[in-house]
């Protein structure tokens, strides 16, 4: 069975902390993605990741960095979490020979006080 | 806006209803899919439909799609209580990347 896994399912943090979300997959796959869910708004790709220590802006990348130094692993991170950054963030992956079929992560639902 | 459109934005019906969802996008397309959406949780891939396919089924799943109307719809038959979900379309108008709609919750009444 594929799996992507995320750190956390809850989150709490104080304005002004960094925030690390970490996600990793036992697929093999090369894609990875950090995607955030807000009623109404459906998904929005922050970032994505097609190998080691690549990294391509989504379409609000804005208060958001990641790393991914091993390839199962792809880590989101908020350097200094804001009010309005309080979402359910979801990682997906998917193999190199196509960007559909993404399977995802079960989320992680992050509270910014 | 990058994100496609669905309608309607919610849906409730009785178990054993058809329940029809409607997704619309913006730009030419490779394939669309169907994604499903539990509460609180992950995406699951339901069904992909590529450009130069009209219809395709899947179980009780049906996913038409009109590219000269950028449309596509999800059918689900016979619908049952463990049905209630939400429902997002997905397509790759931008190459490497996958648009997503804003969704449509289908609940199921039983």
């Known amino acids: 069975d594929v799996k992507v896994t995320q750190s956390s399912r809850y989150l709490v943090k104080r304005t002004g902390e960094k925030v690390f979300l970490e996600c990793v997959q036992d697929?093999?796959?090369?894609?990875m993605f950090w995607y955030r869910q807000d009623p109404g708004l459906g998904l929005r790709l922050i970032y994505f990741?097609?190998?080691?220590?690549?990294?391509e802006k989504g379409d609000i990348p804005e208060g958001y960095s990641v790393s991914r130094e091993k390839k199962e692993r792809f880590s989101l991170i908020l350097e200094s979490a804001s009010t309005n950054q309080t979402s359910m963030y979801l990682c997906?992956?998917?193999?190199?020979?196509?960007?559909?079929?993404?399977?995802f992560g079960p989320g992680t639902r992050l509270t910014v006080l | 806006s990058q994100q496609g459109e669905e309608d309607p934005q919610a849906l409730s019906i009785q178990e054993g209803e058809n329940a029809t969802m409607n997704c619309s996008y913006k730009?030419?397309?490779?394939?669309l899919q169907w994604y499903r959406q539990n509460s609180g949780r992950g995406l699951v891939h339901l069904i992909l439909?590529?450009?130069?396919?009209r219809e395709k089924h899947s179980g009780r799943l049906r996913v038409t799609l009109d590219t000269s109307k950028k449309s596509s719809s999800l059918l689900i038959t016979a619908s049952r209580a463990a049905d209630t979900a939400s429902y997002f379309c997905?397509?790759?108008?931008?190459?490497?990347?996958?648009?997503f709609g804003a969704g449509t919750i289908l609940r199921v009444k039983s």
């Open positions: 439909i590529r450009s130069n396919e």
């Open positions: 697929m093999d796959h090369e894609n």
């Open positions: 990741s097609y190998d080691v220590k690549m990294k």
């Open positions: 997905a397509s790759d108008e931008y190459g490497n990347k996958l648009v």
């Open positions: 997906a992956s998917s193999p190199l020979a196509s960007y559909n079929e993404q399977f």
């Open positions: 730009t030419s397309i490779n394939n």
